[in-house]
């Protein structure tokens, strides 16, 4: 399986960006798909995620902000992000938790795509 992220770049604050990933290979589902982010300095953390069934988690400081959606169809998540501040600056990871089937039956695997970086900046 692979994870390709696209999207990113430099943005002013109060603008908007969007980022993709798309999710490739043998794949029986995504149980649960997202974005973490890490900034210079710290730690990796999530910033949103949507599982199978269409719920949605959201870091605190980007509730009401960023917005999370699917094509299931073409396993792609899309991460919308509205009113972007300088402390959204960060590489942002695509992550996968992706049910396979394998030689003895199914089992879930853990995928990181590349990431890419959002910087917001004046």
């Known amino acids: 399986v692979q994870l390709q992220a696209c999207g990113g770049g430099l943005v002013q604050p109060g603008g908007s960006l969007s980022v993709s990933c798309a999710a490739s290979g043998k794949i029986f589902r995504i149980n649960v798909m997202g974005w973490y982010r890490q900034a210079p300095g710290k730690q990796r953390e999530l910033v949103a995620s949507i599982r199978h069934d269409g719920s949605t988690n959201y870091a605190d400081s980007v509730k009401g902000r960023f917005a999370i959606s699917r094509d299931s169809a073409k396993n792609t998540v899309y991460l919308q992000m509205n009113n972007l501040v300088p402390e959204d600056t960060a590489v942002y990871y695509c992550?996968?938790?992706?049910?396979?089937?394998?030689?003895?039956?199914?089992?879930?695997?853990?995928?990181w795509g590349q990431g890419t970086l959002v910087t917001v900046s004046s």
């Open positions: 992550n996968a938790d992706i049910r396979q089937l394998v030689t003895d039956g199914f089992t879930s695997y853990d995928y």
